[in-house]
């Protein structure tokens, strides 16, 4: 395996709280996950160029007092903007997972249409059913989307939790998303087909459903459902469920759900 | 000039904000509103260029997607407009980040007058809407006037330029810090004093305080360093340790106990001492597991052998009841830093809730400072914002309506943490301060907020309580400083760690001290929020987010260094001493010089006169009440009572998936929307061990007798355990107990000693229950004076006291988390068991309260009997032979084969007549009796033989059939009682609560 010299950036710090699970997630992947603060990483301590991963981590940075992810987002485009477009041109890997894809979004990383990291044409807003939400989502994950992370996955299920979840585009913008299949996944119902802004199987009432997004090559990508939580069978809601009919023959032991997992896993198999 | 930044998002987009103020108007005051819009302002009191401001409203206050925003006022149309901003003082913590993010972005640095402050408005539109109704919506929905300051414009009123002004929150002392020397000539003007700088001195501590300070040794030594009679700072030093929340006087005190059924008086030294420590210390003589309890922040086991866990639980009740979301999110921020100052510090690892409230529709003449369901909305946003900010799973919760808690609510948190076994070698669940060390207070500043906070607290609410005490926990500061601490411990950096709560930097260091023997404090260097506090004020202020920590001075710098990389405020206010002297200055002037061991002797205990009559000595009977006909009306109006429904809309708010360890989550079933019986934890991700944590309370059993509360309660949170997979050999527990006031008072408090004897007892059951058992208490905490005085309809008031409460929370390890089960019934043709014997056994039930009635057949515990039923059900789990198991709980056996079936979305077949009873006759008594020690599990038929045997020495029998029809049909062996679709009762079972998200 040459996987460990795969090298995965987890930003951690100013309120941010899903580092450990995500670096979890990576090491599961066969990657190697350093936990980084943001701090060490704009005075130069930590070089991102030691780095083929970089990981927006799930959290409250500054507590997200004006607007989620807005601070964080500042913050980094003002310290190490030229450093981040730059990591995306050499040919890596960026993740933004909730608060994570909150703040590449506010810092344009995403969509990336036309090559533009800087431009801001979507948002993520407060959830339209008025509060923070923990529950389970089913995913309907395009299959020609050109998304690294998702390759070979045509559904998943991950929690969610958030209270600015809904994203939001002008119509075009989201168009051009679908038309060039950057939205990568969908809230779905249990059955896989779409929700179509049903409650609570889109749980915020994101336009087209849409619950993650990459940028025309792929290597950027943001959702709001979190597949470091999914990083073990016992994670899934129904597994005690799903252990007692595999007990008793109704459904093999290979027919457990995917784990978030996998998604790291492609992550690392692209760069290895 | 200020400069004030309106922002709203774009008018095309839903303002999911304003619909939620609207349906509340609608639905709590039938006020209707056609539309409501939401604005941020962001006042900036510092001076920018036009450039600068511009690049700040466009960089960071306004979303070019979603948003607008402008410095003069958005020109929106309303009917009214309501403002609200915070008053000075209370911490804006959306204003601090706003600083940081400014900072960063222009590169500057705020001047020392400069700050942030934010607020909002609210844009009404509605034709028929009066100045009246929108008060009403201002005062009840929008604002809690102990923080918030409210301005109301009709359209007429309003100056498109003007706006709603410039609103600066700025705090002006104008003082000049002062420190007061007490005159002590008397008792009785010691007293007076007391009473009027709210000391809130114990009467009888008063000439131990007068003695020591005039013993010509202590007064000679005091003049050498230019002090004679006690300081203010010194008296508030003394106020705050002997009040009865940091000491536990109450739980120390001397009770005279005299039980009026056997006719005999005990006299109790400490109920703490007797019931509490005396258990525990011989249980951790048995278990090697127990690692750490009854002295540090929280109580330490051992997880696995490089882990611990750390557990303890707390309540903020008086603060809540005052300002419900304040309170709740101070609460549930303040008990984490309990495991992070417990040993070298812990990691935050889950955290849970309790509310007790009044009645959430209460319609009736009382008025409480909060109605409760404005109440109860404020604690769960506190708790939420304060759990999900934190980054620490809220795994666990419960609520508890009664009208006893309209006088003041109760509002448990409760915090588990895991640290390693070893810190730098070293065991990480001992510390110790030595001399020489650096006191260094670690995250917020200080400021007035949260003084006399511990005084209150140890008092009944009364229109007199300063309003000083209600403050706003800042989870954002404090994850910061937790993940710096965690990166300080494990670079051996920490020798002493302890937490700043109540009683502030006097607890916390005098605390600290004692463990060097003596300490020096330069007030100065604390760093505050604003000038003009008094040194006093310094001293005990209870502004939150702070941690002490003793610091080598020859590791200071590193230990500033690793501050400063997470953006932690750090400093040196002091040093740790052998001098056994309590000194403190402020510029070198001294301004309190005490012994350390002052507090430890001399002061008298507090006593209390107990008088227990029981039961049927107070007139308590079995209600005359022949047995129904209409069984499912029955079941179906059971179901949706508030203690027994769903309360999906909370557990929803609260992020219980953070860190990614869940295994059994708080709802459950095919549905996820049933509750499980304890949450399950995976705390190391690397291992498939995990924690099991659960929690009960059931105070209305106390209306009976407040012993068999106590040990319900208690078996109850064992059955909850042990239905997922704990080990009934490893359960370490935690009491929280409110109680009224329990202090006789012919006038003021005729029950006292009714009160007081329902404590005795319920202590007594307590240590029964721990020993037979076998579960240490790692962590305890009390809360009294669980009273209020309510406004009646004439001007009138009345003291309204809760019940004797006990929550009570066990924790457990996992040895294999695959093997954990979930109470949902899994598959057709599964076997239904129950396990314990049911009895007639109504008294205080929630079938009795549905008529009103109370009763007097309290449920009673028989540990002899209980214990090998959970040994029992423990080994069917470890054997794979359990598809599900669930424990009888409120509501008896109907109410929980009905959560089941609801829970797996399946059918069940049952005959009561199987069930195993002990003198029990009628329907009613078999499927609402509240008999403790039992449980329902289903079994696949294969594993029938293997389960029976598993069973044979213990109550159990197969009462009935899973089904895939999913009709839920009961029957007495002859007559069918129930059918009803499991979906028509899972619909009841959400129904009052079920529009809420």
């Known amino acids: 395996m040459t996987t460990s010299k795969i090298k995965a950036l987890v930003l951690t710090g100013y309120g941010l709280n899903c580092d450990i699970e995500t670096a979890h997630a990576l090491k599961l992947a066969g990657a190697d996950p350093v936990r980084v603060h943001i701090n060490s990483i704009i005075d130069g301590s930590v070089c991102l160029e030691d780095f083929q991963i970089m990981v927006f981590v799930g959290g409250f940075s500054w507590g997200d007092d004006h607007g989620a992810g807005v601070i964080q987002a500042v913050r980094m485009k003002h310290n190490i903007g030229d450093r981040l477009a730059r990591f995306i041109e050499d040919g890596n890997l960026v993740l933004g997972i909730c608060n994570g894809f909150q703040t590449i979004v506010n810092l344009g990383l995403l969509p990336g249409f036309d090559n533009n990291y800087q431009h801001r044409s979507v948002a993520l807003t407060y959830n339209d059913c008025g509060n923070f939400r923990d529950d389970w989502v089913t995913l309907a994950i395009n299959p020609d989307s050109p998304c690294v992370f998702t390759k070979g996955l045509t559904a998943m299920e991950l929690p969610i939790r958030h209270g600015e979840g809904k994203f939001v585009a002008a119509e075009a913008?989201?168009?051009?998303?679908?038309?060039?299949?950057?939205?990568?996944?969908?809230?779905?119902?249990?059955?896989?087909?779409?929700?179509?802004?049903?409650?609570?199987?889109?749980?915020?009432?994101?336009?087209?459903?849409?619950?993650?997004?990459?940028?025309?090559?792929?290597?950027?990508?943001?959702?709001?459902?979190?597949?470091?939580?999914?990083?073990?069978?016992?994670?899934?809601?129904?597994?005690?469920?799903l252990q007692e009919q595999i007990k008793r023959g109704v459904i093999s032991a290979d027919a457990l759900p995917i784990t978030g997992i996998r998604m790291f896993e492609n992550a690392v198999d692209f760069l290895s | 000039m200020p400069h004030r930044l309106e922002i709203t998002l774009?008018?095309?987009?839903?303002?999911?904000?304003?619909?939620?103020?609207r349906q509340k108007a609608s639905s709590y005051f039938d006020i209707l509103i056609d539309s409501i819009r939401t604005v941020h302002i962001i006042t900036i009191d510092a001076e920018l260029s036009d450039l600068q401001r511009n690049t700040v409203q466009s960089e960071i206050f306004t979303n070019p997607v979603t948003q607008e925003s402008s410095y003069d006022p958005l020109p929106i149309a309303f009917d009214w407009c309501i403002w609200v901003g915070y008053r000075p003082g209370v911490k804006d913590n959306p204003g601090s980040t706003a600083v940081e993010a400014i900072e960063d972005v222009l590169g500057i640095r705020f001047k020392k007058d400069e700050d942030v402050y934010t607020s909002r408005r609210f844009c009404l539109n509605g034709a028929g809407l009066t100045r009246s109704e929108v008060e009403l919506i201002a005062g009840e929905l929008l604002s809690n006037d102990i923080i918030q300051q409210v301005k109301i414009f009709s359209r007429k009123e309003w100056d498109v330029k003007k706006g709603i002004g410039?609103?600066?929150?700025?705090?002006?002392?104008?003082?000049?810090?002062?420190?007061?020397?007490?005159?002590?000539?008397?008792?009785?003007a010691l007293k007076t004093v007391s009473h009027e700088r709210n000391l809130a001195l114990n009467d009888n501590d008063v000439p131990v305080i007068r003695a020591y300070f005039q013993d010509p040794a202590v007064f000679a030594r005091r003049k050498k360093m230019g002090l004679s009679d006690p300081t203010d700072v010194e008296l508030e030093y003394i106020s705050q340790a002997r009040s009865d929340h940091c000491n536990h006087n109450t739980f120390g005190g001397i009770f005279t106990y005299t039980d009026f059924e056997t006719g005999e008086t005990q006299t109790i030294n400490s109920l703490f001492k007797t019931y509490i420590e005396t258990p525990t210390l011989e249980l951790k003589k048995k278990k090697d597991w127990v690692i750490s309890v009854l002295w540090d922040n929280a109580g330490v086991g051992r997880f696995d052998k490089d882990n611990y866990y750390v557990i303890t639980g707390e309540t903020h009740n008086s603060p809540s009841n005052m300002e419900a979301y304040g309170g709740a999110i101070t609460g549930i921020v303040g008990v984490y830093r309990d495991p992070m100052g417990t040993g070298l510090g812990s990691k935050l690892i889950m955290g849970s809730y309790g509310f007790c409230v009044g009645d959430r529709d209460y319609k009736g003449a009382l008025k409480p400072k909060l109605h409760p369901r404005r109440l109860l909305d404020g604690v769960i946003e506190g708790v939420r914002d304060g759990g999900n900010k934190s980054g620490i799973p809220t795994g666990f919760g419960q609520v508890t309506f009664h009208p006893g808690y309209m006088g003041k609510c109760l509002v448990f948190v409760t915090a588990l943490g895991l640290m390693p076994a070893k810190v730098s070698g070293k065991p990480s669940e001992t510390k110790t301060t030595s001399p020489g060390e650096l006191i260094v207070m670690c995250g917020g500043r200080v400021g007035k907020d949260g003084i006399h906070g511990v005084t209150a607290s140890s008092e009944t609410f009364s229109a007199h309580t300063p309003a000083g005490h209600v403050q706003i926990g800042d989870p954002y500061t404090q994850k910061k400083m937790h993940d710096f601490l965690l990166e300080a411990r494990d670079a051996g950096l920490i020798p002493f760690i302890t937490d700043n709560g109540g009683g502030g930097l006097s607890s916390s260091v005098g605390e600290s001290a004692l463990l060097s023997n003596g300490c020096?404090?330069?007030?100065?260097?604390?760093?505050?929020?604003y000038d003009g506090l008094d040194q006093w004020e310094i001293w005990i202020s209870e502004s939150q987010e702070r941690m002490t920590v003793a610091v080598r001075p020859e590791d200071i710098d590193r230990f500033m260094a690793l501050s400063k990389k997470h953006a932690v405020e750090s400093t040196v206010i002091g040093k740790y001493t052998d001098s056994g002297k309590l000194q403190i200055s402020y510029n070198d002037v001294i301004c309190a010089y005490v012994d350390m061991d002052l507090l430890k002797s001399g002061f008298p205990k507090w006593e209390f006169d107990a008088e227990w009559r029981p039961a049927d000595q107070r007139g308590l009977y079995e209600p005359i009440l022949a047995e129904p006909v209409d069984y499912n009306a029955l079941l179906l109006d059971m179901i949706s009572r508030p203690n027994i429904c769903s309360r999906e809309w909370i557990t929803r708010q609260y992020d219980h998936e953070v860190q990614g360890t869940s295994v059994i989550k708080p709802l459950v079933g095919r549905d996820r929307d049933v509750y499980s019986d304890a949450t399950v934890i995976r705390p190391v991700l690397e291992s498939t061990r995990g924690i099991v944590f659960t929690q009960a309370l059931l105070p209305m059993y106390s209306t009976i007798d407040a012993y068999h509360m106590t040990t319900c309660t208690i078996d109850e949170a064992v059955r909850r355990m042990v239905a997922v997979g704990g080990n009934p050999d490893h359960i370490g527990g935690v009491d929280n107990f409110c109680w009224p006031d329990i202090a006789y008072d012919e006038k003021k408090n005729p029950d006292g000693k009714f009160k007081a004897a329902q404590l005795v007892r319920s202590c007594k059951a307590l240590s029964h229950m721990c020993l037979t058992y076998g579960i240490p208490l790692l962590s305890g905490k009390d809360s009294m004076y669980v009273d209020g005085h309510l406004p009646g309809r004439y001007g009138e008031s009345h003291k309204v006291s809760a019940l004797?409460?006990?929550?009570?929370?066990?924790?457990?390890?996992?040895?294999?988390?695959?093997k954990c089960v979930t109470m949902d019934v899994k598959s057709p043709g599964d076997l239904v068991y129950v396990l314990g014997e049911t009895k007639n056994e109504l008294g205080g039930s929630e079938y009795y309260d549905l008529f009103g009635y109370i009763g007097i057949n309290v449920p009673r515990v028989d540990p002899g009997k209980f214990i090998p039923i959970y040994h029992a059900l423990y080994q069917a789990i470890e054997k794979g032979l359990a598809a599900s198991a669930h424990g009888v709980y409120r509501g008896g056996l109907g109410i929980h084969l009905a959560m089941m079936a609801m829970a797996g979305n399946l059918g069940l077949d049952i005959d009561l007549a199987k069930v195993p009873a002990d003198g029990v006759l009628r329907n009613d008594t078999f499927l609402f009796s509240e008999s403790a020690g039992r449980f329902i599990v289903t079994i696949a038929p294969k594993c029938q033989a293997a389960?029976?045997?598993?069973?044979?020495?213990?109550?159990?029998?197969?009462?009935g059939t899973v089904r895939q029809t999913p009709v839920f049909d009961i029957s007495d062996g002859n007559k069918n009682l129930i059918s009803l679709d499991v979906a028509e009762l899972k619909a009841a079972w959400k129904r009052p609560f079920g529009d809420l998200i």
């Open chain 1, 173 to 241: 913008i989201i168009n051009r998303l679908n038309d060039d299949h950057q939205a990568v996944c969908q809230y779905a119902l249990p059955d896989g087909t779409p929700a179509d802004n049903a409650f609570p199987f889109n749980p915020n009432g994101s336009m087209a459903d849409i619950a993650g997004i990459c940028d025309p090559t792929g290597r950027v990508f943001g959702l709001m459902p979190h597949p470091e939580a999914f990083n073990h069978p016992t994670n899934h809601p129904h597994w005690t469920f």
């Open chain 2, 10 to 21: 774009k008018p095309d987009l839903f303002d999911a904000e304003g619909q939620g103020i």
């Open chain 2, 166 to 188: 410039y609103n600066i929150a700025k705090v002006k002392l104008d003082h000049t810090p002062t420190v007061s020397t007490i005159p002590m000539d008397s008792d009785e």
């Open chain 2, 520 to 529: 020096e404090v330069y007030l100065e260097k604390v760093p505050l929020k």
């Open chain 2, 804 to 818: 004797e409460t006990m929550q009570f929370s066990c924790i457990g390890v996992i040895d294999d988390i695959e």
């Open chain 2, 947 to 959: 389960f029976e045997k598993l069973c044979e020495k213990i109550p159990c029998a197969c009462i």
